[in-house]
């Protein structure tokens, strides 16, 4: 008997999409054998079909994100098109409960919907790669610290931030730095969000509606960004580091730059490493530090997330056919 096929649809094919897209590929035996269904890649939307080199030999492609996460046929929506209209997208795929993975942190933190839905734990929302890419934090605050009282969270958890602020200690300036981490496939689509703090706000919003089942819009984040502090950053040691508490039932959360001690553990971030802390009330304070920024890093976290989706979508199928 056949193995059942999960369809999925992607939404952007850039520097994370193309990389999810190749490694869902090449990883599509040992996927299957994970998951005892195969995962097909059915269509993918994109901006400019005709412009794109597409790793995507046997997808439908096309232009239209919103007819992707309508169409009943697709079971689970891989959005990494960091589009600000991606909430509705996702939104419109989870309504008809299909399940979504997302690297798009301004689509989850700046939607009321998403981030209610977050904070339920909703099975059908997965969004590791939206905060610290590779870095497994979501998980642990959704799964293994479920039971636990966290205390705060403290992070460097924006990577290009990260590589910019390392260039400059070296002497590079400020516009080749920004260069550098382009060319590499570090920045947002606006790496204007990356210095001002913005993207790090998002960020932290999503971890402290996951920490606390609490929806935490972005807008409830305090933000300042590096562009204060440049004059001083080849003295060494800046970082933009975000971090939140919770008192009582207020949750308090801020993205700033500072100047870290040596034996500060959010010291080792450098390049586009990303270190993030929890404090939490029988675990103590744990720290995970890894690749917070580029194709195969949020690639891998995307994957990672297809999985549980995918079991989601399992259940659906078979419950139809039961029925």
């Not at 054998?33 to 079909?49: D, E, F, I, K, N």
Request: with cysteine; net charge positive; hydrophobic share 50%.
């Amino acid at each position: 008997m056949a193995p059942p096929i999960v369809r999925l649809g992607l939404i952007g094919c850039g520097t994370v999409g193309a990389a999810f897209a190749r490694q869902l590929i090449a990883s599509e035996h040992h996927l299957a054998q994970r998951l005892g269904a195969r995962l097909h890649l059915a269509q993918v939307a994109v901006r400019h079909p005709r412009r794109a080199d597409l790793p995507v030999p046997s997808s439908t492609v096309h232009s239209d994100a919103a007819a992707l996460a309508s169409d009943p046929d697709i079971d689970v929506v891989v959005e990494a098109s960091g589009d600000p209209a991606a909430s509705e997208w996702l939104r419109t795929a989870m309504e008809r409960d299909a399940a979504v993975v997302t690297a798009n942190k301004q689509a989850v933190a700046r939607s009321p919907w998403l981030l209610r839905r977050l904070a339920r734990s909703d099975r059908r929302l997965w969004c590791e790669g939206a905060v610290a890419a590779a870095i497994p934090v979501i998980r642990a605050l959704r799964e293994s610290l479920s039971g636990e009282v966290i205390h705060g969270i403290r992070g460097v958890i924006n990577g290009t931030s990260t590589y910019v602020l390392s260039r400059l200690e070296q002497g590079v300036e400020l516009a080749a730095a920004l260069e550098e981490a382009r060319a590499r496939g570090y920045t947002e689509l606006d790496a204007g969000a990356d210095l001002d703090g913005t993207d790090a706000a998002a960020k932290l919003a999503i971890l402290c509606t996951v920490a606390w089942r609490t929806p935490t819009h972005f807008s409830l984040v305090g933000v300042a960004g590096v562009h204060p502090v440049l004059p001083l950053v080849r003295q060494g040691g800046w970082r933009l580091v975000a971090s939140a508490t919770r008192e009582g039932e207020r949750i308090v959360a801020a993205v700033r730059a500072e100047r870290l001690a040596d034996g500060d553990p959010l010291a080792a971030a450098s390049g586009v490493v990303n270190v993030v802390q929890v404090r939490a009330a029988l675990a103590g304070t744990l720290t995970w530090s890894g690749a917070g920024a580029g194709g195969n890093a949020t690639a891998s976290a995307l994957l990672g997330d297809v999985l549980p989706a995918a079991r989601h979508a399992l259940r659906r199928l078979r419950a139809r056919v039961a029925a």
